[in-house]
DNA sequence: CTTAGGG
DNA sequence: CCCTAAG
């Protein structure tokens, strides 16, 4: 058999092309990604590694421990108490250095609090309040003067807040202030980040108009805030100078900011650094490797999702709640795939923790016991040890600086808090929805056994769906969970995971884990909050946490909803003309089965076509080729275009198959 | 990881 | 587009 060549394709036909040996170093940069691999660690590892001794030179760098204790000047008794690692003078360097890279990010919180406090502060009331949108404070200079407002001074939008009395500003590195607060009326939501990887999340201050609170922070750090300018006419002075915050509260608190540990259980699972670094947060324990096929293309699906470089991808994934979970093990696509256990941000475990699962699961706090009961007769104290960050994508080209990627990070972290975060309490597995009553009432006193106390912080979609989820930006995927409307008045997503609904606007980039995202959130097998059973508790003010056994809770997200398993699906791109133009003409040249070499001819840019995604085109392209035009869907491709996918099939077609026969001249002469 | 093919 | 078996 004699191949000849075609005239159809000009005078020289189609040339044979010689199978560009392509080095395998050339393929995913394997040997980066075994590296990892071998290495066991995770981006965030590496990036808690760095932090961890970022902050560890800062702490060096400062003079002193600011633990402090600032009587209030309205009333010494009532105190807020800041205890931090952090050092006054934060070592201002440029986000590129690593300044955003801490590893503090979360801090155990002591609060203290009148057991007459209420949940819900009412604007006259002198009492400490939980407001709907609780408020939490997370450390943050937020005033340009270190890491964090150098991150945001990226995109050149550093605004000032300070002009805004009582209002605390949400700096972040996308230079937007936390919605809804700073730009809001409503501001009711109190974050401050002091960088991208330290989110010592403090206790919701509730300041009402005659509270009088004075909180020494360091390095133009607020630490608390009004929770509604329009409830509480709070006094908030902040003092550049000493960096002081001042306001007025009759509550006591105690806030210890302890900064987490890194923990150990976080593996990487894979890591592919082929094109794109993909990080997602995990949960991962300790010998609790996720090793299972579902969780492998589970991340690799995830893959499927990243659409632009130089953005970063926010997404809730499946998770695998409790502590019996398997860890998501990370899958390795072409792109990469950054795999990171979901406790990247977790502090210690303390086996004394309860681990209160959110009702939206978006994180939940660790109370430890041993703070527990110590307050004084009128005061519930605890602490709340850790408020664990939602799982995290995060997608970034190889080629970006290490800056850039704790930038991401960064951007990353801020868009989903950015969205808006409110407190969830829950007690003995119960949500407290009332906020309007008092902790006693509620059944939180310091006679109470408060390990049962458990505190969530809850997306709020509302806040920033257009601009976390627009099709434009389909690096930040919030968690469906985040789309919940109403917080408060919706039973936990996790108590429903099919039934969430999400506005169509953003399903396509949200499928993926909603309701499962719940059981990211930190929750201990042992969680008190889960098995006791709410007796001393108003049951009034509580709302039933559906029944959450543990072990069940560990198999839901396996079994139960089938969308964890599925994922997300990718949104759909229909070729452009000139997309197809590019496919023939590459195939032509290339011919078929080769489609990763045609990609990298002639998709190399366009990250969101897979070779596999090149193949089903040519594949759909032949067949579009061979029907009748009126049969043909969607755009209409050119009828020229489609006349050269004809003669190219049928020419490579024809290659294949002489191919074939040279390798089976057996089988060739059965043919002939 | 890539390919090839079915779904 | 997804999923998978094969290589």
């Known amino acids: 058999m004699v191949f000849q060549k075609r005239s159809d394709y000009g005078s020289c036909g189609y040339p044979i092309p010689v199978m560009p040996q392509v080095p395998k170093s050339a393929r995913g940069k394997r040997s980066v990604r075994k590296k990892v691999e071998e290495s066991q660690m995770c981006a965030f590892d590496l990036l808690a590694a760095v932090a961890g001794d970022l902050l560890l030179e800062k702490e060096n760098f400062s003079t002193l421990n600011n633990a402090t204790e600032t009587p209030c000047p309205a009333s010494p008794k009532h105190t807020v108490k800041v205890e931090s690692n952090m050092d006054k003078a934060v070592k201002p360097e440029p986000y590129d250095q690593g300044s955003c890279n801490k590893s503090a990010f979360v801090s155990e919180v002591l609060v203290q609090r009148p057991v007459s406090c209420q949940i819900k502060g009412q604007s006259n009331s002198p009492k400490a309040t939980i407001s709907e949108h609780a408020s939490i404070s997370m450390k943050n200079d937020g005033f340009s003067k270190d890491g964090f407002s150098k991150c945001s ?61 004075e909180a020494p922070l360091y390095s133009n750090r607020i630490a608390c805030g009004v929770s509604s300018p329009k409830l509480c006419n709070a006094v908030v002075d902040r003092d550049d100078d000493e960096n002081l915050f001042r306001c007025t509260h009759p509550s006591m608190m105690t806030y ?68 019996s979970i398997p860890a998501s093990k990370g899958g390795i696509s072409k792109e990469g795939i950054f795999s990171l256990g979901k406790g990247a941000f977790k502090t ?36 709340i040890k850790s408020f664990k960050v939602p799982e995290l994508l995060i997608e970034i080209p190889e080629t970006a600086t290490v800056g850039s990627l704790k930038r991401t990070v960064m951007e990353t972290v801020t868009a989903f808090l950015e969205g808006g975060l409110h407190v969830g309490v829950l007690l003995q597995g119960k949500k407290v929805r009332d906020d309007n009553k008092t902790l006693l009432q509620a059944g939180i006193s310091h006679g109470d056994k408060i390990d049962n106390l458990g505190f969530t912080l809850e997306p709020n979609l509302r806040q920033a769906p257009e601009t976390l989820t627009g099709p434009e930006h389909p690096h930040l995927l919030l968690p469906c969970d985040t789309v919940e409307p109403q917080p408060l008045s919706r039973i936990p997503a996790i108590t429903a995971p099919t039934s969430l609904s999400r506005p169509s606007s953003v399903e396509p980039l949200l499928t993926s884990l909603g309701p499962e995202s719940d059981h990211d959130s930190v929750h201990s097998p042992t969680s008190e909050s889960v098995q006791d059973n709410p007796t001393a508790t108003n049951s009034r003010a509580l709302v039933p946490v559906p029944d959450m056994d543990v072990k069940a809770l560990a198999v839901v997200p396996l079994c139960k909803s089938k969308r964890s398993e599925l994922v997300q699906r990718r949104i759909r791109r229909p070729f452009t003309v000139s997309e197809v133009e590019a496919l023939v003409q590459a195939v032509e040249k290339l011919g078929t089965g080769r489609w990763r070499d045609v990609k990298i001819r002639a998709f190399d840019h366009a990250k969101h076509r897979t070779y596999v995604d090149l193949k089903d085109k040519w594949k759909t392209l032949v067949h579009t080729a061979k ?28 290659q294949q198959a002489k191919l074939q026969m040279k390798t089976s001249p057996a089988e060739a002469r059965l043919l002939l």
């Open 153 to 213: 001074a990226v995109d050149g939008n550093n605004r000032d807040f300070r002009s805004s009395p009582g209002l605390v500003p949400w700096k972040c590195s996308s230079g937007k202030n936390f919605p809804g607060f700073a730009e809001s009326s409503e501001a009711h939501k109190i974050c401050t980040l002091e960088d991208p990887m330290e989110l010592d999340v403090k206790p919701p201050l509730f300041v009402s108009s005659d509270s009088s609170v």
């Open 256 to 323: 210890r900011a302890s900064r987490l540990q890194r923990v150990g259980n976080r593996r990487i699972r894979k890591l592919l650094a082929s094109r794109h670094w993909k990080a997602a947060l995990t949960t991962s324990k300790v010998g609790e490797l996720g090793n299972n096929d579902a969780e492998s293309k589970l991340v690799r699906k995830m893959c499927y999702t990243r659409q632009r470089m130089q953005r970063s991808s926010f997404k809730r994934r499946k998770v695998f709640g409790g502590c």
């Open 348 to 383: 210690e475990v303390s086996d004394s923790c309860t681990t209160p699962r959110g009702a939206n699961g978006q994180s939940s706090s660790r109370i430890g016991q041993k703070a527990l009961c110590e307050s004084g007769d009128f005061h519930v104290k605890f602490s």
């Open 627 to 654: 029907i009748s035009p009126h049969q043909r869907r969607g755009e209409p491709v050119p009828q020229e275009l489609l006349d050269r996918v004809l003669s190219a099939h049928a020419y490579w077609s024809q």
